[in-house]
């Protein structure tokens, strides 16, 4: 059992690091600079993640940028290409594949099935969309 302290040390620094990410999200971010931010070490930062927030800081930017990329294909006036990149992403088609493990469903289809017009999905992606 950790010491009352340690748990709050860890829910302090998963609460900076997190809104770090939350807000520069689209950044090139790292593990090592986020813990110099907050004053911590690599591993502690990690620790963190997982005690506190249940994931890594990988997977916490990445879920981060998918979620705000799905708001982002619903503005008709932004192509895949401009939602990949105001997310962190230089290349779309590591986003595309990114947004797809994320989702299930590719950035465009997603964007066609928010918006109600004819998907162009395989019945594949729409039955794990569903």
Not at 22 to 39: G, H, K, N, P, Y
Not at 68 to 95: E, I, K, M, N, S
Not at 110 to 124: F, I, K, L
């Amino acid at each position: 059992m950790q010491r009352a302290t340690t748990v709050r040390l860890r829910r302090s620094l998963f609460e900076e690091a997190d809104a770090i990410v939350q807000t520069e999200f689209s950044r090139q971010l790292c593990l090592d600079d986020i813990a110099r931010r907050v004053a911590s070490s690599r591993r502690q930062l990690q620790r963190a993640f997982a005690e506190v927030g249940r994931t890594t800081f990988r997977e916490r930017l990445t879920n981060v940028r998918m979620d705000r990329a799905a708001d982002l294909l619903c503005q008709r006036h932004l192509t895949v290409r401009d939602v990949a990149r105001r997310v962190g992403y230089r290349q779309p088609a590591q986003f595309a594949k990114a947004f797809r493990r994320r989702h299930g469903i590719s950035p465009s289809a997603y964007r066609d099935m928010v918006r109600g017009t004819e998907p162009s999905v395989s019945s594949r992606e729409l039955a794990h969309a569903a």
